[in-house]
């Protein structure tokens, strides 16, 4: 693993010698979850001072440009010489030439001195660069952690950023918890030219929906992608998998059995909870594929060690609770000598297997009827004349109609627990007072509104693309992986993966309430049918059933809520009404509210000041 930091000094009182110190600080702290720091700097008049020992960065420094490239990416198919090759070709297309870069990568170019500073990193958002504009430079780093080594990089929490957290279960991109950092968002780059800062966009995925190729050669098609794609991201490392037995992480298995000629090694994490335990499926999968498989059984004891050090090793509040059995896939793949692991995200994306896509398929036909029979007889008569009768099927098309006349993409946060709630059921007041409730639904439609004129499933898409799978999914994989001291990989998600997704027709990814229509049948002779025909579940956590049972995880749950009630940001009667009444009625549902405020209190009380101080 490598990571990279950097500090760009137009501060003419700036020496060489203080810039170098603050850079040992940035990466010292950068290499306490990066085992390869780079550190980069340019002082205004003076000299550029770089520092790399990871065999996944390329640097290059010469005639006053520095490059540096990290991750696993191709400049223009090749992947030699790549920072001495992206210096030159920065040079004459400026940013743009980012976009001759493919595969997970971040990068960092200067000239002049750090007069000129360009940041960018992959389409897909798997590598992060945060940055700072201060009166001095530019701060930038791949970890938030190592721009607060800085002394002058911004500390202040923002309250937006910890509402949208717990809007999100995430911050994304492009806000951070910091006030005043920023993280590049897929397919971004920053430049930084005299003073002057700007972002802009090298790629947006372009989806080419009146296409109409056979089956048999979109097929064809597929398959060579997706081995090329598996070869490459293996690469030459000792690779194994993770198996969920679930569509995606099982074709990955059975294509690395093919390009590696041995049995993959797989990993799976089972729940000894009803409802929860998909190992059956894994099982299927590995025996098909003759996987050499590995399985652990998590229990409540293994979450509680687990919560602490995912909290310690996150650079911002994060929600995602099934970083933790991915946690200990990863534990488990490196002590069995594997070094990179290959991850399904991004399958159920590219090719229409989330259920919400076949759930606003439906709600969508509601809107294809004539208004007329819609605003003159449906809703007149079910909530005007058969309003008062509380007979289930009425129950159930008064349901259907309240959420189909909601607008995209607000009805998709038909079930948001916040909203759910009430912002200010939830929130103290002097927090809300903050904040703008509204932020996080105009970022969603900002991002679904770019793909206007599109289907509804590839607008879709281009939501999960950003707010799924780079600021969770991906994020949730590679702190796993990181903690278990594993490199990761994600095969759907190449370049080449992307654009073939973007070829499909709408109803290749969703035939009606049919989820994967062409990504099914193209596998029907190669996965088991019992996967094909399985309904979606990956690594749940049952965290709601075991915290009403287990007594050392509500300990630890408790003693986190009580901190957190201290720093007024949630209300303490909503946190005594959740644990008391709320987990008790549905503690699956209300078992999330928990894990998203308990993570927050163990975030907080590893980066700021305790509670009450």
């Known amino acids: 693993m490598s990571g990279l930091c950097g500090y760009v000094a137009t501060d003419a009182a700036a020496d060489s010698g203080s810039v170098k110190q603050l850079l040992a600080g940035m990466g010292r702290t950068l290499a306490r979850f990066d085992d390869s720091p780079v550190c980069i700097a340019a002082e205004r008049g003076g000299g550029i001072a770089v520092a790399a020992s990871a065999d996944s960065v390329s640097v290059h420094g010469a005639d006053g440009v ?4 990290w991750g696993r990416p191709l400049l223009n198919g090749c992947a030699e010489n790549l920072a001495e090759r992206f210096a ?24 002049e001195a750090g007069e000129q500073l360009l940041l960018a990193i992959d389409r897909s958002g798997v590598h992060a660069m945060h940055y700072q504009q201060v009166r001095q430079g530019v701060l930038f780093g791949s970890s938030a952690a190592a721009l607060q080594a800085h002394p002058h990089a911004l500390t202040a929490l923002d309250p937006q950023a910890i509402y949208n957290y717990l809007y999100f279960h995430t911050v994304p991109a492009p806000r951070t918890v ?89 990993y799976s994490i089972g729940f000894d909870v009803a409802g929860y335990d998909e190992m059956r499926y894994a099982r299927i999968a590995a025996r098909h594929f003759g996987a050499d498989h590995h399985e652990l059984y998590v229990t409540a004891g ?18 995602n609770s099934s970083a933790v059995p991915a946690y200990y896939c990863a534990n488990m793949a490196r002590t069995d000598g594997v070094t990179r692991l290959l991850g399904g995200d991004g399958g159920d994306e590219l090719f229409g297997g989330n259920e919400r896509y076949a759930h606003q398929a439906v709600l969508s036909r509601y809107e294809q009827l004539p208004s007329a029979l819609r605003q003159v ?26 959420q189909a006349v909601m607008p995209m993409p607000a009805r998709l946060e038909t079930y948001n627990l916040l909203q759910r709630y009430g912002p200010g059921e ?27 004129g599109l289907s509804l499933i590839n607008r879709m898409q281009t939501l999960d693309l950003r707010y799924t799978l780079a600021d969770n ?44 229509y062409f990504f099914k049948r193209a596998l029907q002779d190669y996965l088991p049918g019992a996967i094909l025909r399985k309904k979606k579940h990956g690594f749940g956590l049952p965290f709601g059933h075991w915290l009403q049972r287990d007594a050392g995880l509500q300990g630890l749950v408790l003693d986190s809520l009580s901190d ?22 549905h503690p699956a549902y209300h078992g999330t509210m928990v894990w998203v405020l308990m993570m927050l209190e163990q975030w907080l009380a590893r980066s700021v000041a305790p509670a009450g101080k």
């Open 66 to 69: 520095l490059v540096a490239v």
């Open 426 to 452: 939830v929130l103290h007041p002097d927090f809300l007072s903050r904040v703008d409730e509204s932020a996080p639904i105009g970022q969603l439609n900002d991002c679904y509104w770019q793909g206007d």
């Open 377 to 402: 007889a449906l809703e007149p008569l079910l909530f005007g004349l058969a309003g008062g009768l509380d007979l289930a099927p009425l129950r159930k098309a008064r349901s259907y109609i309240e």
């Open 88 to 111: 030159a070709l920065w040079l004459i297309k400026g940013a743009q030439a980012c976009s001759a870069l493919s595969g997970p990568f971040a990068v960092c170019a200067m000239a």
């Open 564 to 585: 957190l009630k201290k720093r007024q940001i949630i209300r303490a009667d909503f946190i005594e009404r959740l644990m008391h009444t709320l987990v008790a009625e």
């Open 473 to 516: 999914d991906l994020r949730k994989v590679r702190l796993a992986c990181e903690l278990g001291g594993v490199d990761v990989a994600f095969p759907f998600l190449s370049d080449e993966m992307l654009a073939f997704s973007a070829r499909l027709s709408p109803k290749d990814k969703l035939n009606g309430t049919r989820l994967r």
């Open 178 to 266: 910091y006030r005043g950092q920023r993280r590049l968002q897929p397919g971004e780059y920053l430049q930084y030219r005299h003073g002057h800062l700007q972002t802009g966009s090298y790629w947006q995925i372009e989806y080419q929906e009146q296409a109409a190729t056979p089956f048999s050669e979109l097929k064809q098609q597929f398959l060579a992608t997706l081995e090329s794609s598996v070869r490459r991201s293996a690469g030459s490392a000792s690779t194994g998998a993770f198996l969920s037995g679930g569509t995606d992480s099982s074709t990955l298995a059975g294509m690395l059995a093919s390009v590696s000629g041995s049995a993959p090694r797989t």
């Open 302 to 319: 293994d979450v509680a060690a687990a919560i602490p050090r995912i909290a310690a090793a996150s650079d911002q509040p994060f929600g």
